[in-house]
């Protein structure tokens, strides 16, 4: 099991309970003090000082600087470097630069060691300009501190805390003589120096390197060269991260080479450096290759080891290799480490492994102490991908008390049922927070008020907003602007008006968004002179307009049908940036095509098109504006054209694309873009079968046929938008895809009606298989299925095209008799027959016949086409 760490972390300093560390150099220390032939050592003092400071036992600390002082020790370069530095590990780093003003104070000039123990603090605080300033005034031997504009805490405190001891007391003793006797050749620097110990150089290396001065860096290096100070692995190391976080991969290479012929043997800390470099690259050959080289080396990777190969491999979602790379871990004796953990979880739920994300969470998380922050993002990899209840059973995972939810986790499982759209459960969490011990901060209420607003909830989104304030937290911008477009959306636009303009009592400021959603709101409505208001708001609170803004401006033109506004506003829009979007295009060409402006929407609809922009809603309407001219061969042009390039990506514009070829009667080409529609696996709506009706009519399919599949169609029978399409392709043409089309139903198992076997005898005849077209006649007898009229004229087309005589006759015969309805459909069935097999003068028999049937109308009379 993992153990929690023993010191607190240094952004969080806890004086309230003492460790048993430095327990033992107290006990020894007293043990000497008690001897009498005992001399008081200023090196023991500093030993106990340290002890004390790193076991947090500040009182104690406070007593032995009193000590120290009763015993007229003064305190060294050693204990002052000493004090700076466990204050400054403390996470007090102001206190600890107090110490070097307090050494200051007593005339004592700072050794290197002191200096570069204060440089680092500086350097961590990143107060990279004090820390260069501060080393220069030390390499010239004057230190100015009051210069470096440095805070030093609240020296003149009156009373202790557990915190911040006394440091008046503090700094009013060490040392109980006079101070003019301290003050000597120790006073000042003594003139210029450099520095002639490795840490130092390493500081100021890690200096520059964080301050982004990478040439500084690299003197700084040079000179410790020419100093005569031979680097340490810690030098190279810093180096190689300086060089390769800005970027100079060749010079860190090159740099480990240096290594090898200074006989510096790289670290494990080396080869990380390189993987972290490498990794920001996303170079994972080379982080791999470094990997490696740890082992080579006879090295153990560590825990930032591990991270960083761990990271890389699963961002890359290298599952194989992440899955060694933790079983070499496991071999080692080493843990997943815990922030390792959500990364490896995400990896495994972004593929899909579902059930290796779970094993490897009983595994390596389950029982452990993990912070609620990798809880969290555990559980927002789950959310991520909208598994909830995944999520879900992570966030309701039994924890000790010591280790309750914290309300990242709370606000994670929000946006996870919000995502889910399950708004009753992420209320009810929401609301049962504060019986757990957990509140609700800022993040929460703006995430659930957002998530309202999107579930189209604005009154309970609303109503938490009004909580929010009461709570004390303010909502973001992009909060209000949420729940104002939800009001929108539900066509409560008053409401968005008043939330707007109740955004001054909430302290938020209105941004682009916020007045671009109320702008377009009242351009949808036609109100244009409330969209104009807040366009002009929108202006003087300092927002530029944007293509959005004018674009919906122009919309509010155009439902007004002033078309010069909008055009005088697009051709603002062509100064910006960028210039007109798509969006304000197409609404131009719709506004031109409205008012049946060809020239003007056809030179908007070209620019698009010369810029590879025009996209379906362009080439709809300008196919719409040239049907409704009569421009039915540029109509016709521009569906070829959406065809081949792509633009036909549903349902909606491949009906467009249908109507414009039906209209110029182009019915192979519509039988072609409806395969072609199947293909892509998007299905046909009502709009598209009302289509397809029509080109049946136009393509000379009996009116009865028709009809029945009209009806069929409507019924919901089976198979019926299957045996409409199968009908369309045979009626155009295309014999292949009817066929195939046919297979579908033909070789189903369940029974056919009538009506499927007449298509499917239909299609076969008029692909010329006319013995597969009898065999099914044949099958549709068996099962008992008495043939209509349809069959009959199907069966006709058949007879013809075999020259089958006397199956003519037949048919002709139960006509003539009485048998069949005398029907004009089935008289032009038999007219088309006996002339394709070369009877006719049978044909002009049936075709007199026909004349005279008092059962048939006028075939001069013209049918009115239904319109596409």
Not at 162 to 181: A, D, I, N
Not at 670 to 680: K, Q, S, V, Y
Not at 796 to 811: P, V
Request: charged share 25%; net charge negative.
């Amino acid at each position: 099991m993992l153990s929690p760490p023993t010191s607190p972390p240094k952004n969080k300093p806890s004086f309230s309970a003492p460790s048993e560390t430095g327990a033992a150099p107290s006990v020894l220390f007293h043990h000497f003090k008690s001897d009498p032939h005992y001399s008081p050592n200023p090196i023991h003092y500093n030993v106990l000082l340290r002890s004390l400071g790193r076991a947090r036992r500040w009182d104690e600390l406070r007593l032995c600087w009193l000590d120290m002082a009763r015993d007229s020790l003064l305190p060294t370069n050693t204990t002052y470097a000493t004090l700076i530095d466990i204050y400054s590990k403390a996470g007090l780093p102001s206190l600890a630069l107090a110490w070097l003003k307090h050494m200051r104070s007593r005339g004592l000039f700072p050794d290197e060691v002191t200096i570069n123990t204060a440089v680092r603090v500086l350097k961590d605080s990143r107060q990279f300009a004090a820390a260069e300033m501060l080393f220069s005034q030390w390499c010239s031997g004057k230190i100015d501190l009051d210069s470096l504009g440095l805070e030093f805490g609240e020296l003149g405190l009156s009373s202790i805390s557990p915190k911040q001891f006394l440091l008046t007391e503090l700094f009013k003793t060490g040392g109980r003589v006079p101070v003019s006797s301290m003050i000597g050749s120790e006073e000042e620097g003594g003139g210029c120096q450099k520095p002639r110990r490795a840490a130092t150089y390493n500081t100021l290396i890690d200096l520059y390197g964080k301050a982004g001065k990478l040439d500084k860096a690299s003197e700084v290096f040079a000179e410790m060269l020419r100093s005569g100070v031979a680097p340490d692995v810690i030098t190279f190391n810093t180096m190689i991260g300086v060089c390769g976080t800005n970027g100079r991969l060749g010079e860190a290479e090159a740099l480990l080479g240096e290594m090898e012929q200074r006989g510096v043997r790289p670290d494990a800390k080396t080869f990380n450096v390189f993987m972290s470099v490498y990794a920001a690259t996303g170079n994972v050959e080379k982080v791999l290759k470094y990997y490696r080289k740890i082992s080579l080396a006879s090295l153990r990777p560590d825990v930032v080891t591990h991270r960083i190969i761990l990271q890389v491999l699963c961002e890359r979602r290298m599952v194989n290799d992440a899955e060694n790379v933790i079983d070499e871990m496991l071999d080692l004796g080493f843990q997943v480490d815990e922030q390792s953990s959500p990364v490896v979880m995400k990896m495994y739920i972004d593929e899909g492994l579902l059930d290796e994300a779970s094993m490897f969470f009983e595994k390596h998380c389950s029982g452990r102490e993990i912070s609620s922050k990798n809880y969290a993002a555990i559980m927002d990899a789950y959310a991520e991908k909208s598994l909830w209840k995944e999520a879900e059973d992570v966030f309701l995972r039994k924890r000790d008390a010591e280790h309750r939810k914290e309300v990242v986790e709370y606000n994670v499982m929000v946006k996870a049922y919000g995502k889910a759209k399950l708004y009753d459960k992420a209320l009810s969490l929401f609301e049962s927070m504060r019986s757990y011990g957990t509140w609700p901060d800022e993040c929460t209420f703006n995430s659930i008020i957002q998530m309202l607003s999107s579930g189209d909830q604005p009154e309970k989104a609303r109503e938490l907003l009004d909580r929010m304030k009461v709570a004390g937290f303010k909502p973001r911008c992009e909060t209000v602007s949420a729940l104002i477009a939800s009001y929108i959306h539900a066509g409560l636009i008053s409401e968005g008006v008043k939330l707007y303009q109740d955004m001054k009592n909430l302290d938020v400021q209105p941004n682009e968004v916020v007045y671009g959603l109320l702008i377009d709101a009242f351009a949808e409505a036609g109100d244009t002179e409330e969209a104009l208001h807040y366009f002009h708001l929108m202006e003087e609170s300092g927002f530029t307009a944007n293509q959005i803004v004018l674009t919906s401006l122009m919309k509010a033109y155009s439902k007004n049908g002033s078309w010069e506004r909008a055009q005088e506003l697009y051709g603002k829009m062509k100064n910006l940036e960028g210039g007109p979007d798509i969006i304000a295009s197409n609404c131009m060409i719709n506004l031109f095509a409205g008012l049946g402006m060809v020239r003007e929407a056809q030179l908007i609809f070209d620019d698009l098109r010369k810029k590879v922009q025009a996209d379906d809603v362009s080439y709809s309407t300008m196919m719409y504006l040239y049907k409704s001219m009569g421009m039915l061969d540029e109509a016709t042009n521009l569906a070829l054209e959406m065809k081949s390039s792509g633009l036909l990506t549903d349902c909606a514009s491949y009906n467009n694309a249908l109507a414009t070829f039906a209209v110029n009667s182009k019915l192979r080409d519509c039988g072609e873009l409806i395969h072609h529609m199947l293909a892509r696996k998007i299905l046909p709506d009502p709009s598209t079968f009302k289509i397809i009706f029509t080109l049946l009519k136009k393509g000379g399919l009996p009116p009865e046929a028709v009809s029945q599949l009209e009806l069929a169609y409507t019924e919901g029978k089976p198979y019926a938008r299957q045996i409409v399409i199968t009908s369309l392709f045979s009626i155009v043409g295309l014999h292949p895809f009817a066929l195939e089309s046919c297979k579908t139903f033909v070789s189903a198992e369940v029974g056919l009606d009538s009506l499927a076997y007449n298509v499917a005898i239909h299609a076969y005849g008029a692909a010329n298989e006319v013995e597969k077209a009898l065999n099914l006649f044949m099958r549709m007898q068996d099962e008992g299925l008495k043939p209509d009229l349809i069959t009959y004229i199907n069966l006709a087309c058949c007879y013809g095209k075999a020259g089958m005589i006397e199956g003519l006759k037949r048919i002709y015969g139960l006509l003539k008799y009485g048998e069949i309805e005398p029907n004009e459909s089935l008289f032009r069935a038999l007219i088309n027959a006996y002339n394709d097999a070369g009877k006719h003068d049978y044909a002009e028999i049936v075709e007199q016949e026909m004349r005279i049937s008092p059962h048939v109308e006028n075939s001069s009379e013209c049918e009115t086409e239904d319109e596409v």
